[in-house]
């Protein structure tokens, strides 16, 4: 049985019931192609992202994406918060000129600028959960605590923490219907992926 995956296999393997907004602009403008007058509706149907990992900021869903091209992937986004810059990295130089060509169909080009991942960034072991600082960025609803599965009932206050910055999550644990407030930093929320597909139980490896 597996126990992680690179971030290739992840980008590879995304869930893409969960489609997420392509950035269209940015990726424009890594190419130093006109942000304007471009044909919509062509780059919404052929370029598609599929949210990795999400959380609340604010207002704004931000985290991570694969993004593909006809069922091809291409590339991966991120942004850490709302106010934050909008990252992108093509999986090759190959995938980097098949977005490009694709986006010069309407625009005249100029020498790109993007960044390309890395051999050594695409086989890097990435973690199969994640965790969150403060109950309101949380946007998935199950979970695990202490390689338990849980479902979050609602954000609360932990301990003595102020009202206006919530830290704690009421939870129910699927096994025992036990009911716990516990600190959102000890909260696992397992990353987007297809974890049938890649042959892993992560109900079994979180209790290891």
């Not at 999400?54 to 931000?62: I, Q, R, Y």
């Not at 992560?202 to 209790?207: F, S």
């Amino acid at each position: 049985m597996k126990t992680n995956v690179t971030l290739l296999e992840a980008l590879t393997n995304v869930n893409k019931e969960y489609t997420t907004s392509v950035n269209v602009e940015e990726f424009l403008s890594a190419f130093e192609l006109p942000t304007y007058d471009y044909d919509w509706s062509l780059v919404d149907s052929r370029l598609k992202a599929y949210g990795l990992v999400k959380w609340l900021c604010t207002d704004t869903h931000v985290g991570y994406d694969a993004v593909y091209l006809d069922d091809t992937l291409v590339a991966t986004t991120s942004q850490e918060c709302r106010k934050c810059s909008y990252k992108i990295k093509f999986v090759s130089e190959d995938a980097a000129m098949m977005v490009k060509k694709f986006l010069m169909t309407c625009f005249d080009t100029k020498e790109p600028i993007y960044t390309i991942l890395t051999e050594e960034e695409l086989n890097d072991h990435t973690p199969l959960t994640t965790h969150q600082h403060f109950s309101d960025n949380v946007l998935e609803k199950i979970g695990y605590y202490e390689g338990r599965r849980a479902e979050i009932m609602f954000n609360c206050v932990f301990s003595d923490e102020s009202d206006y910055i919530k830290q704690g999550l009421k939870i129910r644990f699927f096994d025992t219907q036990e009911e716990l407030v516990v600190r959102v930093q000890d909260f696992e929320i397992p990353m987007n992926l297809d974890f049938d597909k890649l042959n892993i139980n992560l109900d079994e490896l979180l209790k290891m």
